[in-house]
């Protein structure tokens, strides 16, 4: 499974930005996917997640001003920024919670990262 992050880049402080992930692979089904962010010398931390069922999750320091949703193509997951501050560049990574296996099965559940995107908001 491999899953691809883009949309980062530089934006100014109140400004907006939208990431994209989508999931590639041996997947059975798509359970959680989530935003996290990492800036350097501190661990990652959780920022979105969405359900299948469509229920998201945010942490407190963006709830209000991030959008997480899942497009009608099920194994993608954006996440829109507004009124970006300073505090929010970082590293962001997409997560997904699948099913794996072979045609038939069993399946087993697993985890997987995406490889990053950059955000930083500087004026």
């Known amino acids: 499974v491999q899953l691809q992050a883009s949309g980062g880049g530089l934006v100014q402080p109140g400004g907006s930005l939208r990431l994209s992930c989508a999931a590639s692979g041996n997947i059975f089904s798509m359970n959680d996917m989530s935003w996290y962010r990492q800036t350097p010398g501190k661990h990652r931390e959780f920022v979105a997640l969405?359900?299948?069922?469509?229920?998201?999750q945010y942490d407190d320091s963006v709830r209000g001003r991030f959008i997480i949703d899942r497009p009608n193509y099920e194994n993608t997951v954006t996440l829109q920024m507004r009124y970006l501050k300073p505090d929010d560049s970082a590293v962001y990574y997409c997560s997904a919670n699948v099913l794996t296996g072979p045609p038939g099965g069993p399946y087993s559940p697993s985890t997987h990262w995406g490889q990053g995107t950059l955000v930083t908001v500087s004026s």
């Open positions: 969405i359900s299948p069922s469509g229920t998201t």
